[in-house]
C-alpha cells in the first residue's frame, strides 16, 4: 500500500523561531511532492511543490525532498502566529495524476 | 491558481436521501477530483472526474452510491445516494492545473441524520 505518513503533532514552536515538519513516503514511483496548509474549517491550500533532490525557497518556506531516503520536509522560517495550521504532505506517482495525502501534522506557534 | 466554487457549502440532509454537489472552476481544466475527509481525518480520493469519460473510482468508493458528471471543462457533481450518519463528511473537489499541482475548492460539509 502506497502511504505517505507524518507525525500528527501538535508541534509548538515559539513565534519567530523555524517549524521543521517532515513526511516520509512508500512509493518509490513518487515524482512529484507537495505541501497544503489547512486552517480549521478550511479547505487545503497549496503551498510548495517540489519535485528533484535538494531545496526549494518560497519566502519563508523552504520544501527538501531527499528520494533516496524517501523523505520531504517543510521549514518555515520565522514562524507566525496565523502560520498554526495542519499542514498536509501529499505524494505523487510518475505518470499519474492521483496524490497520496499524509495525516497531516497540527503546527502551533506559540506568542 | 484558479476559483473553484462549491454548492452548497453546508448541508443536513435526513438518512436515505440523496445530495448533490457541485463544482465550478473558472477555467478550463482536464482532471477534477473528489475527495471526502472525515472530521480530525485527512483527504481521502473518492475518484478521478475527467471530461468525456466514466468517472475512476478508488477501492472502497462505487459509482452507485457517488454518481459523478462531467458535463464540461469547468463543471462537475457528486452525488451523495441513499445517505447513513456515516456519509457525514466534507466533501472536496479539486482541479489540476499544472504537473500533479491540485487546487481545492472550498468544501462542503455534510451532515446526515
Known amino acids: 500500500q502506497k502511504e505517505v505518513e507524518q507525525n500528527s503533532g501538535p508541534l509548538s514552536v515559539p513565534e519567530g523561531a523555524i517549524a521543521s515538519l517532515n513526511c516520509t513516503y512508500s512509493d518509490r514511483g513518487s515524482q512529484s511532492f507537495f505541501w497544503y496548509r489547512q486552517y480549521s474549517g478550511k479547505s487545503p491550500e497549496l503551498i510548495m511543490s517540489i519535485y528533484s533532490n535538494g531545496d526549494k525557497e518560497d519566502g519563508r518556506f523552504t520544501a527538501q525532498l531527499n528520494k533516496a531516503s524517501q523523505y520531504v520536509s517543510l521549514l518555515i522560517r520565522d514562524s507566525q502566529p496565523s502560520d498554526s495550521a495542519t499542514y498536509l504532505c501529499a505524494g505523487g506517482t510518475r505518470g499519474g495524476n492521483k496524490l497520496t495525502f499524509g495525516t497531516g501534522t497540527q503546527l502551533k506557534v506559540e506568542l | 491558481s484558479a476559483v473553484i466554487s462549491q454548492k452548497p457549502s453546508r448541508d443536513i440532509c435526513q438518512r436515505g436521501t440523496s445530495l448533490t454537489i457541485q463544482c465550478q472552476v473558472d477555467?478550463?481544466?482536464?482532471?477534477m477530483f473528489w475527495y471526502r475527509q472525515q472530521p480530525g481525518q485527512s483527504l481521502t480520493l473518492i475518484a478521478t472526474?475527467?471530461?468525456?469519460?466514466?468517472?475512476?473510482?478508488e477501492s472502497g468508493f462505487v459509482i452507485d452510491k457517488f454518481p459523478i458528471s462531467r458535463p464540461n471543462l469547468t463543471f462537475s457533481t457528486l452525488t451523495v445516494s441513499n445517505m447513513s450518519p456515516e456519509d457525514s463528511s466534507i466533501y472536496l473537489c479539486s482541479v489540476e492545473l499544472s504537473y500533479n499541482e491540485q487546487f481545492f475548492g472550498p468544501g462542503t460539509r455534510l451532515t446526515v441524520l
Open positions: 472526474a475527467n471530461q468525456g469519460s466514466e468517472a475512476t473510482y
Open positions: 477555467s478550463q481544466v482536464t482532471m
